[in-house]
């Protein structure tokens, strides 16, 4: 095979790489069951349909308590925003952290994903309308109050894509984001010719990409830069990144936390960028929302339900609802462990 017939395979494994990884293939029912148990409390899941502004159907999904065990008829919510190659089914592991505070979770199908309607995925592009959509019927369903929004990777991105132009919402975790697509489809272009090509070679390679995902996915990957966002976003922000993702490499979130203009912490968490998150992150995550999304505004009205709600550093690990069987967690190293008591004071939020 010559030099530029491997390159041009090589290519064509990236453009499609971008806009159609393997789509995630699930049923109904690996979402586990309808209604559910979590430290003896009962949630139920509601799964509904929307359409976008393409008119494509997105699928999601609603956990929240069931009407008898409801602390209030409105209560805080966290729309949780998966990955290039997932699904909502992302958002199984997030049940224990937020629903045991009074958050409910939303998550769903970005369109080109799971069960939704499309072809490609946009990295950001047209996710920020679908997300757009969920915010809207969230706030015309009268039982939300705050929203948050946790996004990893392309959802990371995409919550960032939206901030902007939407002060309204109360808080985001952002795990993994991007920077820049084209700064990150030039990374990937390194790796998939490791590095050994010209870079007016890469360059060509780029463009080659660039062309194919307009025409397939009809949009610009130079119009894809979120660093160019977070200047005018100032909604209170929790970055993360792994120290060995290799995918999208963490200069790209700590760039973003250095632009970003509102209040903002940032983590270093172990593994990949597929990796389970460690608990000092998830227990991060809950004091981050509990305190973004007011939550003691929601049980000081029963003293017993604010002992039990309040997050503690010294949390017991949660149960997941029965029938799930998530990913087990990673173990924190002992600089984690010794990381905890610093980063739980420096949030204020």
Request: glycine residues 4%; negative net charge; hydrophobic residues 40%.
């Amino acid at each position: 095979m010559s030099f530029f017939s491997k390159l041009y395979e090589q290519y064509t494994e990236l453009w499609r790489a971008v806009i159609r990884p393997p789509r995630d293939q699930y049923e109904i029912k690996d979402l586990g069951p309808a209604v559910f148990s979590i430290e003896n409390r009962t949630y139920q899941r509601t799964d509904l349909s929307l359409k976008n502004p393409r008119g494509l159907t997105l699928v999601c999904s609603h956990f929240e308590p069931i009407a008898a065990e409801r602390p209030a008829q409105r209560l805080p919510c966290v729309v949780y925003l998966h990955g290039n190659c997932s699904s909502r089914l992302e958002a199984v592991s997030t049940l224990p952290v937020l629903l045991p505070f009074n958050i409910t979770v939303f998550c769903l199908d970005f369109a080109g994903s799971g069960l939704s309607d499309g072809e490609y995925l946009s990295l950001g592009y047209y996710e920020r309308d679908d997300l757009a959509v969920v915010v809207d019927h969230l706030r015309e369903s009268y039982g939300v109050t705050c929203i948050g929004l946790w996004g990893r990777s392309m959802g990371a991105s995409t919550a960032l894509l939206h901030a902007d132009r939407d002060p309204s919402i109360a808080g985001l975790v952002l795990d993994s984001p991007f920077s820049d697509l084209k700064v990150l489809c030039e990374e990937l272009v390194d790796g998939y010719t490791n590095s050994r090509v010209p870079r007016w070679v890469t360059g060509i390679a780029l463009q080659m990409v660039r062309s194919s995902i307009s025409t397939h996915a009809d949009f610009d990957i130079y119009d894809l830069a979120p660093v160019q966002h977070v200047s005018k976003s100032f909604i209170p922000a929790l970055f993360a990144a792994a120290y060995n993702d290799h995918f999208i490499p963490p200069h790209h979130a700590k760039e973003l936390h250095a632009a970003y203009a509102g209040d903002k912490n940032f983590i270093m968490v172990e593994g990949d960028h597929n990796s389970s998150r460690s608990k000092f992150f998830l227990d991060s995550v809950s004091i981050f929302f509990f305190n973004t999304l007011q939550c003691e505004l929601l049980v000081k009205h029963d003293p017993r339900e604010a002992a039990a709600a309040r997050p503690s550093r010294e949390s017991a690990p949660r149960p997941f609802p029965d029938g799930f069987q998530p990913r087990p967690p990673l173990r924190p190293p002992v600089e984690a462990v010794e990381m905890r008591d610093e980063a739980l004071h420096q949030m204020s939020f």
